[in-house]
């Protein structure tokens, strides 16, 4: 290699990406499991999906609190003692609490897998929710509740869901300290056994595999009383109540010097045949660094640190965000410089080198996605979960490298209208 000359630069556009295949395999009570042997380190991530976000619950906070609470004692352990287990082989056994699905992750050395996986096992089928853990939980949850309701950001993101979806809406409803303290052991033991103990899963596993990965499945799930993925939800129907008036300004700290403005509108899901062409020009519009509203607002007029936009990721609807924190008297002005930038993308084609950026930042960001077992994974995770093929990947990847400023410009004419977005301010 002669280190005098510069290697030749290539565009991420010209690049051929795939998505490295799954193996499939069903354990003997029909749980799915995906499992993608592509690791070079000695690393395995299991990661267990259950439908049981808070789509299913009957009560607020019912669905989260179970997540949170499996860690914490089984009829043979106290949570100590499970929480012990995991970091004496150098785990990390994670939860976390969606609108649609619960999950319960597992990131450790392959070698361990065997030390580890029946222990999981024992969280699905016996945790028992002692009551002190509970009341810890509450007492936790409504400080850190009390602290994070002085944040203008943070009531900016309760509000502007409950204007998209509704109040009562699983992706629009959100906590109080009388939810917390509301909160039983029977209500909670209840969703448990119905949602984890006999609840539909699917499984997930990356990185290097151990050669007796399926087998050690099989032996400490093939035999527990879950049911298989059917990605339907439509045995809980939870129709959106969208908020009729479309413009609001929040007063929650009268000294507040920095405002919270969130601009939103209501999106199909991934299925929709605009949805992936959304994406492009939502990257333009404000989905990454170099985008117009960072220019605009950050760069030029100096309004604000950063400011985004994005599509939400939810399985049956989403919604089209910008985000961004301003000081308090430019916060309209912000809202004024985003209709501005809306009516630019309507009214002009982008350039080509503009479009060509977009292009590369987004293969890009693919490419990252793609580094490593464990990223690997989360793509198809994100696939199957929506009911969606490998065609869905590949339709993405054709539509950034081909879509054209007119076709970018007749989507913004469609979907980036100032009339059909909420506008929220919380100083």
Not at 72 to 99: D, I, M, P
Not at 193 to 219: M, W
Not at 229 to 254: C, E, G, L, M
Request: charged fraction near 25%; charge should be negative; hydrophobic fraction near 35%.
């Amino acid at each position: 290699m002669n280190r005098k000359i510069a290697p030749q630069i290539k565009n991420a556009v010209d690049f051929h990406l795939e998505l490295p295949p799954y193996e499939k395999y069903v354990l003997k009570n029909g749980i799915e499991v995906y499992a993608l042997n592509i690791g070079e380190l000695d690393t395995l991530m299991v990661n267990f999906v259950f439908a049981a976000g808070n789509w299913f619950e009957e009560k607020n906070l019912v669905a989260a609190t179970v997540n949170h609470l499996l860690k914490n004692g089984t009829s043979a352990k106290t949570a100590f003692q499970v929480n012990e287990h995991f970091e004496y082989y150098g785990s990390s056994l994670s939860r976390s609490c969606q609108n649609e699905t619960a999950e319960i992750a597992l990131h450790c050395l392959s070698k361990h897998a065997d030390q580890l996986l029946p222990v999981i096992a024992e969280l699905i089928t016996d945790s028992v929710f002692p009551e002190e853990e509970l009341d810890i939980f509450k007492k936790n949850s409504q400080q850190r509740l009390q602290v994070s309701l002085k944040k203008s950001d943070f009531v900016a993101g309760r509000l502007i869901d409950s204007y998209l979806f509704g109040e009562k809406h699983p992706y629009g409803k959100y906590s109080s300290l009388e939810d917390y303290a509301s909160l039983q052991q029977d209500e909670i033991k209840n969703f448990y056994q119905q949602y984890y103990r006999n609840g539909k899963c699917v499984i997930f596993v990356a990185g290097k595999l151990p050669k007796n990965i399926i087998e050690q499945l099989e032996k400490y799930f093939g035999a527990l009383a879950l049911h298989v993925w059917d990605n339907d939800f439509k045995n809980k129907q939870h129709p959106a109540i969208h908020a009729k008036q479309k413009k609001y300004n929040i007063t929650n700290d009268v000294n507040g010097v920095q405002g919270s403005v969130r601009i939103a509108r209501n999106f199909p899901n991934r299925h929709h045949p605009d949805f992936q062409k959304a994406g492009m020009l939502n990257n333009i519009f404000g989905g990454y660094f170099g985008s117009r509203l960072m220019a605009n607002v950050r760069e030029d007029k100096g309004f604000t640190y950063g400011i985004y936009s994005y599509l939400m990721n939810h399985i049956q609807e989403s919604a089209w965000i910008i985000s961004t924190e301003a000081g308090k008297d430019v916060c309209q002005a912000t809202i004024d410089e985003v209709h501005k930038e809306m009516k630019l993308l309507r009214e002009e084609p982008i350039n080509e080198e503009e479009l060509q950026t977009a292009r590369n930042f987004m293969i890009g960001s693919v490419l990252g996605d793609l580094d490593g077992p464990f990223h690997v994974a989360g793509r198809w995770k994100n696939i199957i979960l929506n009911d969606l093929d490998k065609n869905y990947f590949y339709n993405g990847i054709h539509i950034i490298k081909t879509i054209t400023a007119e076709e970018l410009r007749e989507l913004a004419n469609k979907y980036l209208r100032p009339e059909d977005f909420y506008e929220l301010v919380v100083v």
